[in-house]
């Protein structure tokens, strides 16, 4: 009599390295289903403290190259909001178009180069563009890709970690002209966002992802006049509603063994997930137009409680991150390079913006001199690992029939879902799944 | 503008020997400009994974410096064709990205390879999380990678070394 074991110890197309370990008893039933991330920890929240003020948003871009920008903005917001500091609508604005940037890059990313090829069965985007039907869409997908990186370096200075935002606003900004060039690029590719919405809603609305449903706590950031990207009150689709800077009161942390993530779940309640799904659900009514009319001709309809629709989720945010960026490009005209002005002020503070994979949080304690006395970051990823232990927990019952391969596949898919990035974590994947028979 | 000639370092600068392409390409860097025609740019282009695509577009000959790990002594410097590559289910695609075999079957498959691209690759020994700095066999390997990476400029851009 054995048991069922499902492991994986480094699972490709993800940022980072853990394993995924699933044991699956003689009766059919879960006897574990852990993801442990190896990453080893990054000590940022140590060896910030001490420095000055301003080096935090520059060093907590280094966490990641996928979402430099998440960290660095929600590191600016909180310091700024810590020491009292006003920045321009220009600045705000100028934010957020470096945040879509990033969102369109990852996004891109992620559903082409990391989920698509389960999808369709192929071991990689490589062995997805010998296919010579999709070989012109993964073309396509690295344009799109590239798009974002371009607007990134256009704002930002540089490809990944940006020279150009700093404490109180910008160091330089871009001309109208480069931005015109690349609303006309953001237009043209407009058309291959829809398509991107179309054919990932063919992949995910088959059995059995399309079945695979488990109703959840989706976190998120909220604001009835604006999709959250950069601002927005704390809130989930179960009554969480509450100002981003009170996260660390709301949203508490704890060590897990053979994790090196900390594991967390709202006060006086339980777990919960972030990312794009669970932005989607809980802010539908504020992307734009065409993302939720292209929602509704793919027949997709919040709620939405089945992970592996978050693919469809982020199709409908590249939809919706063009749109933005064209509209935000609009409205900053020609950026003027303005004076940046601020004073160190003692305070303590927290702010959440919502990365790709979803809700990050920075903050801390700064002294009268702009020292750093306190610091604390949580990235997305180390949100979602109690949530996908549920996922496992649900679902690997309601696919017991499969094979090892196709169930271990299963259950990889299942990581992904959560477009998981262990560098910011810490890291991780591996997945280990074993029936006893 | 297109350049004649692209060199590009690839590596992490703090996995040890994994940094050796970067290394070769300050290396080269600290050569009298002289000796390296006008139209050739140096790139440390750290991991760049699919990044290689949009860097190759930038021009028609290509040379990568990278770390290679075949088995054979550390400090050995290859040189070879990309066409000479090893297929890649070889060589499993990265946790992080893609690796240069990868790039250069997409770029393959999508008509963007450069019309030359030549991998000289230096067989490393450590790939130490964490620290900086080669070890002794891989750091006195690079003044030969520098020299081989010399005569490859010399071969595409058809002169002679003189």
Known sequence: MSDRRLYVDYLARMEGDGAMDIVIGENGEIKKAAWEVWEPPRFFEAFLIGRKVEEAPELVQRICGICPHAHHIASLRSMERAMGIKVSEQTRLLRELMHYSDWIMSHALHVYCLAAPDFVGFESVVAMAGNPDLLPIVGKALGLKRLGNDMIVAICGNEIQNRTSVLGGFTAVPSKATLQALKERLKAAKEFAFETVKLVVQLGNVAPYNKLERKAEYVSLYDPKRYPINEGRLYSNDGLDVPDEEYPIWILEKHVMSCNCKHATIKGKGIFAVGPLMRVNNNFGTMSADARKIAAEVGFSVPCFLPYFSIVARALELVHSIDASIELIDVLGEPKLEEIKYEYKAGESYAVVEAARGSAMHGGRVDKNGIIQKYDLIAPTARNIASLEADFKAFVPQLLDLSDEDLTLKCEMMVRNYDPCQSCATHSIKVNLRREK | ?162
């Open chain 2, 1 to 162: 503008m297109k350049a004649d000639l692209l060199v590009i370092g690839c590596g992490n600068e703090w996995a040890s020997d994994d940094a050796v392409g970067l290394q070769v390409i300050r290396s080269l860097k600290e050569l009298d400009e002289v000796k390296l025609p006008d139209g050739v740019e140096l790139i440390e282009a750290g991991t760049p994974g699919l990044n290689l695509l949009d860097l190759w577009d930038r021009a028609d000959r290509v040379i990568i410096v990278d770390a290679v790990k075949s088995g054979a002594a550390p400090g050995t410097v290859h040189s070879f064709d990309a066409s000479l590559l090893p297929p890649r289910d070889v060589m499993p695609v990265s946790s992080h990205g893609v690796n240069i075999i990868d790039a250069v079957e997409l770029g393959r498959l999508l008509g963007r390879l450069p019309a030359q691209l030549t991998v000289i690759g230096v067989e490393i020994l450590s790939e130490q999380p964490f620290h900086v700095g080669l070890t002794p066999e891989v750091e006195a390997a690079v003044p030969r990678a520098r020299e081989r990476v010399v005569e490859a400029i010399t071969q595409h851009l058809g002169k002679q070394k003189e």
